[in-house]
């Protein structure tokens, strides 16, 4: 099974700061299956990232992933008060299908 | 739009028996894999597995084959999972998933339902 370990584990910045949000596998991802989601309190995921960089559909571009082999990157440019939230990385590339432990997003 | 509409939150007792479901609208429903993704405060995301309704192949987690089973009805486009013996360990939140189709390999979940909360307790 494939672990995921996100870092940190929190992360409290400003609004129109850059955030980078880290994921690492314990071992290669098939195919650069790795995707990211974001979670508000209340609310189930929304698919931001799939394919380790392309965005989904609507997800604006200040979103943005970027692999080096087993460690992945959710950047976040320009954060906006909705950017606040909870955000995991998921990798489908070897079953178990698995998911990092979250990094939450804080206001300062 | 494509929506996932899952049934309301649950309260049974250890050993009951219990069928959840999740009402697809506004995709091709027997065409895409669907399946069911468990939240907990403990161990946070996990994923228990995913069916094909066209022809209802399914793969199942390590971690809860044998304890739930995943069914889907074309007809009504609807899918289920299903405990024959609940216990208080599957105390949580429960989300069914569709696969989306980015490639022609594996995607990740691109829609969510609302999440359905089964409590266990006595």
């Known amino acids: 099974e494939i672990v995921l370990t996100q870092s940190p584990g929190t992360l409290s910045l400003s609004p129109g700061d850059t955030a980078t949000l880290s994921c690492r596998a314990s071992?290669?991802?098939?195919?650069?299956?790795l995707g990211w989601y974001q979670q508000k309190p209340g609310q189930a995921p929304r698919l931001l990232i799939y394919?380790?960089?392309s965005r989904a559909t609507g997800i604006p571009d200040r979103f943005s992933g970027s692999e080096s082999g087993t460690d992945f990157t959710l950047t976040i440019t320009r954060l906006e008060p909705e950017d606040f939230a909870v955000y995991y990385c998921?990798?489908?590339?070897?079953?178990?299908?698995?998911f990092g432990q979250g990094t939450k997003v804080e206001i300062k | 739009e494509v929506q996932l509409v899952q049934s309301g939150a649950e309260v049974k007792k250890p050993g009951e028996s219990l069928k959840i479901s999740c009402k697809a609208y506004?995709?091709?429903?027997?065409?895409?894999?669907i399946g069911w993704v468990r939240q907990t405060p403990g161990k946070g995301l996990e994923w228990m597995g995913v069916?094909?309704?066209?022809?209802?192949?399914?793969r199942y987690s390590p971690s809860f084959q044998g304890h739930v089973t995943i069914s889907a009805d074309m007809s009504i486009n609807t899918a289920y999972l299903e405990w024959r013996s609940l216990e208080a360990p599957d105390t949580a939140t429960y989300y069914c998933?569709?696969?989306?189709?980015?490639?022609?390999?594996?995607?990740?979940?691109?829609?969510w339902g609302q999440g359905t909360q089964v409590t266990v307790s006595s």
């Open positions: 998921q990798q489908y590339g070897s079953s178990p299908w698995t």
């Open positions: 394919g380790a960089t």
């Open positions: 071992q290669s991802v098939s195919f650069s299956y």
């Open positions: 069916i094909y309704p066209d022809d209802s192949d399914i």
């Open positions: 506004g995709y091709n429903f027997k065409i895409y894999w």
């Open positions: 998933v569709r696969v989306g189709r980015f490639s022609s390999g594996w995607s990740p979940f691109d829609h």
